[in-house]
């Protein structure tokens, strides 16, 4: 595992539990975003 891995497991272990949604939001968001920068980056290519 990465060093910058590690420590965001780090920093997500520390972070109480009732907030750990607000962090999984923030991420599904990004993914959602790479989701659809990738998806366009295919139909360009065509």
Known sequence: ???L???AR???E???????IYI???MQGINGLFGTT???NNCSDE
């Open 1 to 3: 595992m990465s060093e």
């Open 5 to 7: 891995r590690q420590q």
């Open 10 to 12: 780090e920093l997500i």
């Open 14 to 20: 520390q972070m109480p539990e009732e907030k750990l």
């Open 24 to 26: 999984i939001q923030i």
């Open 38 to 40: 990738e998806m366009d």
